[in-house]
């Protein structure tokens, strides 16, 4: 799975954000605070949509119970930088 960081500069800030698996939401701007302090990230993938932090890490697990390998890589894209996670079958990341 690939998935992109979303930055909280992605629009006015009483914007609200919105994970669309667990339906955890804040304005931009206490998205911008949160994010800053390493406490929030939001993601966006093509085929789940925004999520956060909490559920790429449910999701990742969840892939890889569900790949048959031992281990799930998950790419997190910002910009031209790229950072691998991996997920392990026996839950450990």
Not at 6 to 13: A, C, K, L, S, T
């Amino acid at each position: 799975m690939i998935c992109d960081i979303i930055r909280p500069n992605v629009g006015p800030e009483d914007s609200i954000i919105e994970c669309e698996v667990c339906e955890l939401s804040y304005s931009l701007e206490e998205y911008d605070i949160l994010s800053k302090r390493h406490k929030l990230g939001y993601f966006y993938n093509e085929e789940i949509g925004i999520f956060c932090h909490e559920c790429l890490f449910k999701i990742g697990n969840q892939l890889a119970l569900d790949s048959g390998e031992d281990e799930y890589k998950v790419i997190v894209r910002e910009g031209d930088k790229g950072y691998a996670m991996i997920f392990y079958k026996d839950g450990q990341s």
